[in-house]
């Protein structure tokens, strides 16, 4: 599905940051964030979790209006707000911000693999069922409506390597699919790859001053950089499972490289990751380059076995290449 955001018209930009120290490094991003987006024109609310004292428990408290005094449900009481105007005054200020962003940015630092548990409150009040998600209102026809982002600005403690899919963490790509699939794309907001200031506090001010100036660069495509592509709901027909067909294919080498081989490769890689971005690839492994019985393993998700045919001639070493597929069953 293609995405409609014009990059010439201004933006109201939600900034939701989670840091307990004004002088932290996340806390200096998140500065930083405001005063670029602020001088490109943008308009920019920060909800400062830490300084704003943000109540992250999600109770009673959360309401002026009550459905069910004996027992307390909340998408239920949330439902029952909806129809009269029942949020506390601060939520209904936070669901208020939501609503009119057309980008959301969360900026906090890795804690425990997650968020530090203030945002996450913050989430659990504010996305509030039949206000903001629910009755229909999910992934492209959520808020986001499939065309909002959703942007993660974050710290780690660990680095790169312990999240890169090979470490002893888990990768981030899947730390993040709490945060990108289960709030952003959840929601109709489009996430893009996350900016991820990686151990800030191992190193000196010059190497913290480059994220500050990749920041810089990465809010300027805030809203032209394309998202990452996560399935749309139409593709579920009945709440049910992937309308859609998984394959494995096994690739292999059917020439011996030559030059024009070697030229083509980065053109490879550039469509490789794009096809990742947009979800025709699932997973990708390959074996070193160096062996001679050089192998790609890659699971594809396709409507069709001639889709994926037309997707496979599409790549640049395709002369060079033998593919063996088999089509997944749908367990
Ligand atoms: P800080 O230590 O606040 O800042 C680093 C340095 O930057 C400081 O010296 C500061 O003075 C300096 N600085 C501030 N502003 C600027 C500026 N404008 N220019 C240059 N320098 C500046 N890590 C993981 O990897 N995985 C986890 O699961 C994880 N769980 C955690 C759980 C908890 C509860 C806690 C407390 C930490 C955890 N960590 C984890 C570590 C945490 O992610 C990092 O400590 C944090 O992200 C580092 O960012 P910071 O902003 O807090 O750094």
Redesign the pocket.
Known sequence: MAVVCSPEKLMNILLVHA?P?P??????LASRAREILTKAGHTVTVSDLYAMKFDPVSDRRNFSTTKDPDYYKQQQEETYATEHQGFSPLLEAEIQKLEAADALIFNY?????GQPAILKGWVDRVFAYARIYGNGKLYENGLGQGTKRGLVLM????GPDAYGGYGFNPSMETILKPVHHGIFWFNGFRPLAPFLAWS??HGD?AF??QY?EQLDAKLANLFTESPLELPPMADFPNYGKDSQKRFHVTISLNAVPDATFNEMVPKEKELVAELRRTGRILDFQMTATTESEWHAYAIFREPSREALDKTLATLPLFPYLNFDIRELAQN
């Open positions: 840091h120290e002088k932290s490094f996340s806390s200096a630092p890795l804690w425990w693999f710290t780690t403690g660990g800030p506090a001010d913290r001053h500050l």
